[in-house]
């Protein structure tokens, strides 16, 4: 009896490591990727975190912390022969590494502008693309992208960072038709405005052309209050964990209040969206 229990035991250990999901979260050290890192270890995932600096972290956290620096081609290209030295296969690919661009678009020198899009949007398609063999190759996978309610809605002084999660939106939407046929599932999550370390990590220019300062005064303090009025992120982590969770998640996952009203505003009634969002500038 005590023998069968015994190998009882052994038989839901050895399934339950078998069922253990390698998860690999971009971007681990602060913010949301912090906290779904956090929150899948939690349910058990086999978590790899990612971060420019993995020794600012490391002792701090429960899951293992890799390098990653999405403006780095060395890096993306030696993170998959890094990443399996730790991991038989990989189960989902979180990107959520990014940072924020603010300010009046004119403004912005062009070069600040492409680092956006080096980043955001380049960073991760080549993330994507280095791991997209490995997910071919074993016919299954998840790639969940961390987007933002500003890749489907554009605000003033967020050009571009708007333009840069609009194009991961075109980008995955396509991507998600083509690898279909090869049980790989693409999602990604939407979130509105949360408290983070993202307006302390942002980047903004120097430049000031004067006909702007009445809008870039309103903007910034507009910024200001979104940032206060921001919602707590442990919401975002239990989105992903849910589409982590769900065999075909559906495509858009919007998190946060009035998100719906937004996205639906914007397709059926563009104008009352910019009188709203107008509104909400001048009372800042
Ligand atoms: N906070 C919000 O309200 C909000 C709303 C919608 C979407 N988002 C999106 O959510 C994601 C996470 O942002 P967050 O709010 O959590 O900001 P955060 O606290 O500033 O965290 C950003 C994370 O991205 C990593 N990262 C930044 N630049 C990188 C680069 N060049 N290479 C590799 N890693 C890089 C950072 O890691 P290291 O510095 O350790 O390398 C850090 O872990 C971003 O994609 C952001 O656009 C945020």
Redesign the pocket.
């Known amino acids: 009896m005590h023998l069968q229990n015994a190998s009882k035991v052994t038989k839901s250990k050895i399934k339950q490591t078998e069922m253990r999901k390698n998860i690999l979260v971009?971007?681990?050290?602060?913010?949301?990727?912090?906290l779904i890192a956090k929150e899948l270890h939690r349910q058990g995932y086999n978590v790899i975190g990612?971060?420019?600096?993995p020794e600012?972290i490391k002792s701090e956290v429960p899951f293992k912390v890799i390098t990653?620096?999405?403006?780095s081609v060395e890096s993306i290209n030696t993170l998959p022969e890094r990443l399996f030295r730790e991991i038989g296969q990989l189960d989902i690919l979180i990107n959520?590494?990014?940072?924020?661009v603010t300010g009046i678009a004119e403004e912005i020198p062009i070069e600040l502008g492409r680092q956006q899009f080096e980043?955001?949007f380049w960073?991760t398609i080549k993330v994507t693309n280095a791991l997209l063999p490995y997910f071919r190759k074993q016919k299954f996978g998840k790639i969940i992208t961390?987007?933002?309610?500003?890749g489907l809605v554009s605000f003033p002084n967020t050009s571009y960072y708007a333009a840069s999660?609009h194009a991961l939106e075109g980008y995955f939407k396509a991507l998600r038709y083509e690898l279909a046929e090869f049980s790989i599932r693409v999602a990604m999550i939407e979130?509105?405005?949360?408290k983070?370390?993202?307006m302390d990590?942002s980047s903004k220019t120097t430049n000031r052309i004067d006909d702007y300062n009445t809008l870039r005064d309103k903007s910034e303090k507009y910024a200001q209050f979104i940032v206060e009025q921001?919602e707590d992120?442990v919401m975002v982590a239990a989105k992903v964990l849910k589409v982590v969770e769900t065999d075909k998640p559906k495509f858009r996952n919007l998190v946060g209040k009035r998100l719906p009203m937004l996205v639906t505003l914007q397709h059926f009634a563009y104008g009352t969206l910019e009188k709203a969002v107008l509104k909400q500038l001048n009372k800042a």
């Open positions: 971009t971007g681990a050290s602060s913010g949301f990727g912090l990612t971060s420019r600096n600012k990653l620096d999405l403006d959520n590494a990014g940072f924020l980043t955001n960073g961390v987007g933002s309610i500003t999660k979130p509105g405005s949360f983070t370390n993202i990590n921001g992120p």
